[in-house]
């Protein structure tokens, strides 16, 4: 399939590390230009060699997507550095669970703040210039905690369904603009901090590494846990023009691992 994605200009938030930088990488093996925002600045000028190995531009920002400005500077400096923007790809996130008796008032909130609040200010950033490319992508990445609440996953899922609820809404008011916005959920996917959260696993149940992986292993019917590569070509697809007639929807790339029937 022909994804005409060549010299678009896109910007992936978090797309230093894990879900992001794989996104990041695929929109430059497709030729599109990529700038990536994130924190760290180690991990982007890393993801940066790898975007650029690809022969297309890429940038970084370094900038704290909790405040309205870090918003505004990440997309701004995305559109001055290629000229105008195409995708946006909000994935940046906070790594934080809890129940409501052991969560702050703030770390309750904080995966709301660094997910939806975080995704509807970069939108409205980004609005004028997808507007001034004739229309454009934004896909957000939102788990789906969304759907299956866990034992200690309440801030992800009160950051990702509002998150769901947001795209729902604004994707009606810019569709006529051709303008699409969807979310892509992930389940519990094998990225960097796999390798931690595996040993919290195995010292919870008082078992080896490979039992605690079979552990995790056996809540995916596809007999295997979901990897970055796996959630990037459908992010890509919807930000294609094939998929120009999706928009609103919230997609689980979950391996089967979301028990729930949607329809």
Excluded: W
């Amino acid at each position: 399939m022909e994804l005409s994605l060549k010299d678009k200009s896109v910007l992936v938030t978090g797309g230093n590390r894990g879900i992001g930088l794989a996104i990041a990488l695929a929109f430059a093996d497709e030729g599109a230009n990529v700038a990536i925002c994130g924190r760290d600045k180690v991990a982007l000028a890393a993801a940066k060699s790898e975007i650029k190995a690809r022969n297309v531009k890429a940038h970084t920002i370094a900038a704290d997507l909790f405040t309205a400005e870090g918003c505004e500077r990440a997309v701004l400096e995305t559109t001055d550095a290629f000229g105008g923007l195409n995708v946006l790809v909000s994935n940046a996130s906070t790594n934080i669970g809890g129940t409501l008796e052991s969560l702050t008032d703030d770390q309750a909130i904080e995966r709301v703040m660094g997910k939806t609040l975080a995704a509807m200010r970069l939108s409205r950033v980004a609005l004028p210039h997808l507007r001034d490319a004739g229309g454009g992508r934004i896909i957000c990445i939102g788990g789906t905690a969304a759907r299956t609440p866990g034992k200690t996953s309440l801030p992800s899922g009160l950051g990702n369904s509002s998150l769901v609820n947001f795209v729902k809404h604004f994707s009606n008011d810019v569709g006529p603009e051709n303008i699409t916005v969807n979310v892509v959920h992930p389940p519990f996917t094998k990225t960097d901090r796999y390798p931690a959260r595996l040993q919290a696993r195995a010292e919870q149940l008082n078992v080896s590494l490979e039992e605690a992986e079979a552990s995790f292993v056996a809540d995916f019917p596809i007999g295997r846990i979901v990897e970055p590569a796996d959630i990037a070509p459908m992010v890509l697809f919807l930000a294609s023009p094939q998929a120009a007639a999706v928009t609103g929807q919230a997609v689980a790339i979950d391996g089967g691992s979301s028990q729930i029937v949607t329809y």
